[in-house]
T-cell receptor, first 108, second 112 residues
Framework: AQRVTQPEKLLSVFKGAPVELKCNYS??????LFWYVQYSRQRLQLLLR??SRESIKGFTADLNKGETSFHLKKPFAQEEDSAMYYC??????????FGKGTRLSVIA | DTAVSQTPKYLVTQMGNDKSIKCEQN?????MYWYKQDSKKFLKIMFS???????INETVPNRFSPKSPDKAHLNLHINSLELGDSAVYFC???????????FGQGTRLTVV
């Protein structure tokens, strides 16, 4: 069964500090992993996906198949990064399976 | 120009009523979904529609029924609303085999 685990419900960091939002997944095949973000009063939107290997808004995420992890990182947090972050997994044509989300709060 | 739009944005109704939430996408996608976000912000898949065919139904009560008049619409109808149905409902769409899901702005349903 597909499962996505985000162990932290809330993560508070100071502005300028590094950020790491953890995500672990459970799937026997080769899934596609994503990070979605939901800013206050906005819709859920794609932040980045592992296949593109790109950096969006300073965030990066590396898929580690050995550890079945897809942690989201940013070297210097900014106040506008405060939001709900969801790690998600997709395989084939099945719908996205989301983790429970982590609320990131960046303190000025 | 909104890619995925839901109406209404807010819905307050009494227990026992029947209500519908509409969703439309103008992206030409062939797969649409309904997700439920509970008070703890947990997102759970409810339905998935592909080419007018329901392909997934994740232990959702049969009081909930998706209706898709065409590929661009997936409406959610709820009968006999209960207090526990209060949540934010998100519609989303993807292209079959595609990797990015586009979400609507959500409908906050409050059952009183």
């Amino acid at each position: 069964a597909q499962r996505v685990t985000q162990p932290e419900k809330l993560l508070s960091v100071f502005k300028g500090a590094p950020v790491e939002l953890k995500c672990n997944y459970s799937y026997s095949g080769s899934p596609e992993l994503f990070w979605y973000v939901q800013y206050s009063r906005q819709r859920l939107q794609l932040l980045l996906r592992h296949i593109s290997r790109e950096s969006i808004k300073g965030f990066t995420a590396d898929l580690n198949k050995g550890e079945t992890s897809f942690h989201l990182k940013k070297p210097f947090a900014q106040e506008e990064d405060s939001a709900m972050y969801y790690c998600a997994l997709q395989s084939g044509n099945t719908p996205l399976v989301f983790g429970k989300g982590t609320r990131l709060s960046v303190i000025a | 120009d909104t890619a995925v739009s839901q109406t209404p944005k807010y819905l307050v109704t009494q227990m026992g009523n029947d209500k519908s939430i509409k969703c439309e996408q103008n992206l030409g996608h062939d797969t649409m979904y309904w997700y439920k976000q509970d008070s703890k912000k947990f997102l759970k898949i409810m339905f998935s529609y592909n080419n007018k065919e329901l392909i997934i139904n994740e232990t959702v009560p049969n009081r909930f029924s998706p209706k898709s008049p065409d590929k661009a619409h997936l409406n959610l109808h709820i009968n006999s609303l209960e207090l526990g149905d209060s949540a934010v409902y998100f519609c989303a769409s993807t292209q079959r085999g595609g990797t990015e899901a586009f979400f609507g702005q959500g409908t906050r349903l409050t059952v009183v």
